[in-house]
């Protein structure tokens, strides 16, 4: 049985409107000195003009399949990874595959919170272990955005709108891309309720005439999901390394989940890997939820900062809690 697979193409997509911290002290009680010291962050992009997750999934993956050289009626099965689809019924997949004009495909959605591309890259690995023919899209896409409140000043500048997506097959010799060697994710429920988007679910459901409240939004300790946040990634990267009887040397390129500066270097920090192996891009995009790994992936693929050769490292931690690492080689 095949096991190994293979990212043959990759592309991102966020919606034009960009919010600014500038524009946030417009909002809340903040300052761009305060956001960018405890965050990194300075900008993000968000969809203001009615994006949903299936318009920016469907312009991620029309990248993703000209960058594999695909069109959509070659692909078996579409995944998508998101806590914020545009409906609970139908699917965000069922509607990417619509947008796509293909049908008669599985399509299913994936919830992982930000830890959502590698469960959906895993469940991929696994269909193309089963069907070695399969032709695997994977979207991971929040629309964040629709589940902030903008008048918490602790949560709603952290955040913004994005997606990125990947076209996986069985890997083959000649195939040009990258490998994915491994994926390694878990979970633990005991702790979920230090994250949350409990509101609409059916432990919290709203009736007609409602008024939405707080928890419809993102509700979140910060502290404690710095804390679990930092020593997961570095834990299941450890564990991932290991497992494959590589060090940190082995590491070209290190991408974690891309929620906070401080906690993505305190991530570098732990694992011992220079900053100047680490791509960054959550400073111009805020923490995207589950695109947030794909869009940094996809950037650093476009930017040059991933080269042929390059061994790349990811790591994600979200809501759940849910974390993982994944070891890609191009
Ligand atoms: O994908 C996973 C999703 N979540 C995360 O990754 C979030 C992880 N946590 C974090 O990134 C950080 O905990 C935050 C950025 C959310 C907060 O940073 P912190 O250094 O942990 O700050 P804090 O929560 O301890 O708050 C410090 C102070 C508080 O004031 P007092 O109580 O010390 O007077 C907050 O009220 O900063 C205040 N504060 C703000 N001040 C200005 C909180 N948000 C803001 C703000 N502007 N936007």
Redo the contacts with the bound molecule.
Sequence with gaps: MNTSCIIRGMGHCVPDSVLTNAD?ERM????DE??VS??GIRERHVALNGETCVDLCHGASVAALEKAGMTAEELTHVIVATFSPDAVIPSAACMLSHRLGISGRMSMDVSA??SGFLYALETARALIALHPQARVLVAACDIVSSRVDYTD??????FGDGAGAVVLTADAPGLSGGRVLDVLVASDGAVGDL?TVKGGGSGTPYKLGDTIRRDFFVE?N??E??KH?VRAMSSVCEELLTRHGLTKDDVDVLIP?Q??L??VEAVGKRLDIPESKVFTNLQKYG?T?AA?VPLALSEAVAEGFVKPGHLVLLGT???GFTWGSALVKF
């Design positions: 946030f809340v009680e903040t300052n305060w956001i405890r965050t919170a930000c000043r602790g949560t709603c500048i952290l994250l979140m910060g502290r999901v710095y946040a989940h929620a906070n401080r906690i923490n939820s947030s931690f979200g809501g």
